[in-house]
């Protein structure tokens, strides 16, 4: 007997993604039910070889639906998600209305799965920050290996990480460019073609971006409290994936050499490492991938202990949408969860 699955935000990137992961994988579901809003009603979506029209969320009955991938926003999930919950169907929230509930785990399935037993007090598991996500899968076997005192991160991170709309004004405004049209930014602070913008979701008291924030507040509830986390948070005219130049202070000694064998060898990681012309990944590679790709591993010699990496991922995948099915995969692998509807 398979699950009864829905998509909430079915229209979105990483809606469609989602329903994109789902297939591929083979996820074990009967049914796969598409919702948006109201003006999203009819509205088709792919599911493998199938066509979907989409159902208004806001009449959903999910008492026979057993897992709903959340990816309808921070404020429709604050609203709709423990309604939800209530009904008996375990939420997998894609925004950041949830992460920092004490009551709900966040989780990375390479990271912390023995975390996702958790979600019994609200039905409700919470999928980290894109950034966060990619950076984790990377950084825990080497945690595990030699602890992990300090990281300073500086992310490039592609515009799909704001939406349909930001990939638009990119495609847009990099048009003008070339044909000497005025370029208008609207989704961006600043014109995003050609560009670099440090500056992801709102300033804080501090002088940090809430995007900034969040990488540490995250990285302290899933990996470890005690390691300190900084981060510069950038935006870079590309349309997909996220990079991330990370450099970590560890407790214990540890090589390059040995990092190398350990991602080689860690869950999500795929290690692409020469140390010659186009031997590392970019962004473009990285898209429509699973993995998290290492590159540039090398000591750093201005402190004890201290390493360097270069870590690349598909945001719409591992980011978001992937996490969530491997969250639901691993609801199942553990036994956490049976089908609502039985086989008469």
Not at 53 to 58: R, S, T
Not at 94 to 110: F, K, T
Not at 188 to 199: C, D, S
Not at 233 to 243: L, Y
Request: glycine letters at 6%; charged letters at 25%; proline letters at 5%.
């Amino acid at each position: 007997m398979g699950f009864r699955i829905a998509i909430a935000g079915a229209t979105g990137n990483v809606g469609r993604e989602m329903l994109n992961i789902l297939e591929e994988r083979g996820f074990p579901a009967d049914e796969v039910v598409a919702l948006a809003s109201r003006r999203s009603i009819g509205t088709e979506v792919s599911y493998g070889d199938r066509t979907l029209k989409v159902k208004a969320l806001d009449n959903y009955d999910f008492s026979d639906t057993d897992i709903c991938l959340m990816s309808a926003g921070g404020n429709v999930s604050k609203e709709w998600s423990p309604k939800i919950g209530r009904q008996g169907c375990v939420v997998i929230d894609n925004s950041s209305a949830w992460r920092y509930d004490q009551d709900v785990p966040l989780i990375v399935p390479e990271v912390n799965p023995d975390a996702v037993s958790g979600f019994t007090k609200r039905n409700i598991i919470a999928n980290p920050n894109c950034s966060t996500a990619q950076m984790l899968v990377a950084l825990k076997p080497l945690h595990d290996r030699a602890r992990i005192r300090r990281a300073v991160v500086a992310t490039y991170q592609s515009v799909s990480g704001a939406g349909k709309e930001a990939m638009d004004e990119l495609f847009t405004q990099t048009r003008a460019v070339f044909v000497a049209d005025p370029v208008e930014a609207k989704k961006f602070t600043k014109r995003i073609a050609f560009n670099v913008i440090p500056h992801i979701d709102v300033f804080m008291e501090d002088g940090q971006t809430k995007e900034e924030w969040k990488m540490v507040a995250e990285t302290k509830k899933i990996l470890d409290p005690k390691i300190k986390v900084t981060a510069t948070c950038v935006r870079v005219p590309v349309f997909i994936s996220h990079s991330e130049a990370i450099n970590l202070e560890f407790d214990e000694p540890i090589t390059a050499d040995e990092a190398r064998d350990i991602l080689r060898e860690a869950p999500g990681c795929l290690v692409v490492d020469k140390r010659e012309n186009g031997g590392y990944v970019t962004p473009i590679e990285a898209a429509g991938e699973d993995a998290t790709y290492i590159s540039r591993i090398r000591e750093d010699p201005t402190i004890d202990n201290g390493l360097n990496l270069w870590v690349v991922s598909d945001n719409l995948r591992k980011g978001a949408a992937l996490n969530a099915v491997q969250i639901a995969e691993l609801l199942l692998e553990r036994g956490l969860i049976e089908p609502k509807r039985k086989v008469a």
